[in-house]
């Protein structure tokens, strides 16, 4: 892949941009879509005027059709033109604005105009405020007039044509344009080999029970590299890059309140396929929707009711004990219990109350192992018995010092795997959608029975991948592929 496309306004400007990529003016790259077709290939939009249908505008939008990345993008773009519509993303850079304002050693005495660009402020006392406002509006340059009514705020924030700076101003931006080009394509250059697409893997080295170890991910990176796809390990700090990728995979446990959400909306506003979707994390997170989906959808379950303060009486009466409690966003059986009886009940079921409104109970259902089944854009892809943790009744034994106890496993080939398993884990996982999806039964002499539907699922060397060693992780990357390639 070659370096970035840099489209400017004129002739004139090449000169300048030609130092940090293929400088063409917008005509240009409007007219030779034969020259300036590269998929995948970066392309800066400096044009200037983003105004519907001009030239600018035409250069995003078939950037994108051509499969490459515009910065900014169509979707930027509109967003830019209507302070109605961007409005909706300024509390979050108003608030970075502020504690920029708060560190200086005295307030503005009146309006000021703040020049963004590629995500630093020619005022560097406006850094932080400059990275949030590029995270929301991916934009090379930007003009934030900042005002004060009540609080400061940003009255209006516009796309900026180089031309319409400064000579100083000038200098700063194309040193930032410089370090913004360089650092993005100057390992990419040094490869002696280049892939065709680019993959992010969102994780963290410090997780207690993360869904791939450090050694899979290494695995990833080897198969990925023999298909031609490039992953790459990020991390919560690496939000502002991921534009840069052509896909995401998640392998840091979800939640609905932290980054793994964000990372996942981004992507998904961005165009890249990602895994874990934005969607699939709010369904399979909360225990208390996937509850009602396979009742309503009549899928085995155990019997399962939504508690609420009032109702908790109504568990033993219906349950009868032992039975589970859970919250509804627990995981790696976290935040799930068993009460033994009604004291335990109430204990329980009060302190859970302090973390959720609505909670579940469940009937008890011991086995010696629970069925995983991977399931990928609706095809099984691996099986696995994960078996009580020693002593315990969960896969995954919590001590009160923050360790934890793991049962043994055991990995099938799909077609070995007991077919209703299968069939019936397949079933649950379409409710939710075409992604990655791990989900977990109970067998017993009464049948089969779904306990979760876990987005996120585990890949781990040794492990899901015991049968199908390197094919796995080529079955999930070729997916990728695909997606990528049909956006």
Not at 112 to 131: E, K, N, V
Not at 333 to 342: I, M, P, T, Y
Request: charged share 30%; with cysteine; proline share 5%.
């Amino acid at each position: 892949m070659a370096g970035p496309i840099i489209v400017v306004e004129d002739d004139a400007d090449r000169e300048w941009a030609e130092a940090a990529g293929t400088a063409v003016t917008a005509q240009q790259y409007v007219r030779s879509p034969e020259r300036f077709n590269a998929r995948g290939q970066r392309v800066v939009n400096l044009s200037g005027d983003y105004s519907y249908l001009d030239f600018g505008y035409y250069c995003s939008l078939l950037a994108e059709a051509r499969r490459q990345k515009p910065i900014p993008n169509v979707a930027t773009i509109a967003t830019l033109s209507r302070k109605a519509v961007y409005a909706l993303e300024l509390p979050e850079i108003n608030a970075a604005l502020r504690r920029d304002i708060e560190k200086l050693p005295a307030a503005p005495r009146s309006a000021f105009t703040l020049i963004l660009s590629f995500g630093q402020a020619l005022d560097g006392r406006f850094a932080s405020f400059a990275r949030v406002a590029f995270d929301r509006f991916r934009c090379p340059l930007l003009r934030a007039e900042v005002v004060k009514d009540e609080r400061w705020q940003v009255k209006t924030l516009k796309p900026l044509a180089p031309s319409a700076l400064s000579p100083e101003e000038f200098e700063a931006f194309l040193a930032a344009l410089s370090r913004y080009t360089r650092a993005e394509w100057r390992e990419r250059r040094r490869k002696t080999t280049t892939p065709r697409y680019s993959l992010a893997v969102l994780w963290n080295p410090n997780e207690a029970l993360p869904p791939s170890s450090a050694r899979t991910i290494k695995k990833f990176q080897s198969v990925g590299a023999s298909i031609g796809l490039e992953v790459e390990p990020i991390e919560r700090k690496d939000f502002l890059r991921l534009a840069e990728y052509d896909a995401l995979f998640i392998r840091e446990t979800t939640a609905i309140d932290n980054h793994t959400y964000r990372f996942a909306k981004k992507a998904e506003v961005e165009g890249m396929p990602v895994l874990d979707d934005p969607m699939s994390i709010v369904r399979c997170t909360n225990k208390v929707y996937l509850a009602e989906l396979l009742q309503a959808n009549k899928l085995p379950a155990p019997k399962t009711l939504v508690l609420d303060r009032t109702r908790v009486q109504q568990a033993e009466e219906l349950l009868g004990f032992p039975l589970v409690l859970k919250i509804p966003d627990g995981s790696f059986s976290r935040g799930v219990f068993k009460a033994n009886d009604r004291n335990e009940l109430q204990k329980i079921a009060r302190d859970l109350f302090k973390r959720s409104d609505v909670i579940l109970a469940q009937e008890f259902m011991y086995t010696e192992f629970d069925w995983r089944v991977g399931v990928l854009n609706r095809q099984p892809i691996f099986v696995s018995q994960y078996m009580m943790a020693e002593k315990h009744w969960q896969i995954v034994k919590h001590e009160a010092d923050g360790k934890h106890d793991e049962g043994r496993f055991k990995t099938f080939a799909v077609d070995e795997a007991p077919k209703q398993v299968v069939d019936i884990a397949v079933k649950s996982a379409n409710l939710i959608g075409d992604g990655l999806y791990g989900v977990d039964l109970k067998q017993n002499d009464k049948g089969v029975f779904v306990i979760e539907i876990n987005d996120n699922p585990n890949i781990d060397r040794g492990v899901e991948d015991a049968v199908l060693k390197d094919e796995l992780y080529a079955i999930v990357l070729r997916d990728f592929l695909r997606r990528i390639e049909t956006r």
